[in-house]
């Protein structure tokens, strides 16, 4: 049975950090890509983050980059997102997600596993 289980959000004040962590079960976890999305009240799920099964291939969406950085412990099966300088904009609720490929994507459609998200609420 594939189990995906995210941990790590909180609340926190604008320009504070914090670190998302998602393991993976039920999976070939290191053989695949894995990604970060979040959906805000009111608005559609977005890809935030991914990052593919070999190390060097990465995507971020424009408006997180040069603060989050996404990785992978294969050993532990486990991705993690560290979010730096957060900004109220970040506010969502945040889904890891396993992808049935080995190249990073960010279409919703490419992933077969889910998790039942992590709440990040930045105030200002």
């Known amino acids: 049975q594939v189990q995906v289980v995210e941990s790590g959000g909180g609340s926190v004040q604008a320009g504070g950090s914090l670190r998302l962590s998602c393991t993976a079960s039920?999976?070939?976890?290191?053989?695949?890509?894995m990604g970060w999305f979040r959906q805000a009240p009111g608005k559609e799920r977005e890809a935030v983050s991914c990052i593919g099964r070999d190390y060097g291939t990465e995507y971020y969406v424009d408006s997180v980059k040069g603060r989050f950085t996404i990785s992978r412990d294969n050993a532990k099966n486990t991705l993690y997102l560290q979010m730096n300088n957060l900004k109220p904009d970040d506010t969502a609720m945040y889904y890891c997600?396993?992808?049935?490929?080995?190249?990073?994507?960010?279409?919703?459609?490419?992933?077969?596993?889910w998790g039942q998200g992590t709440q990040v609420t930045v105030s200002s």
């Open positions: 039920g999976l070939t976890f290191g053989g695949r890509a």
């Open positions: 997600a396993a992808s049935h490929y080995v190249l990073c994507g960010r279409t919703e459609g490419m992933y077969r596993a």
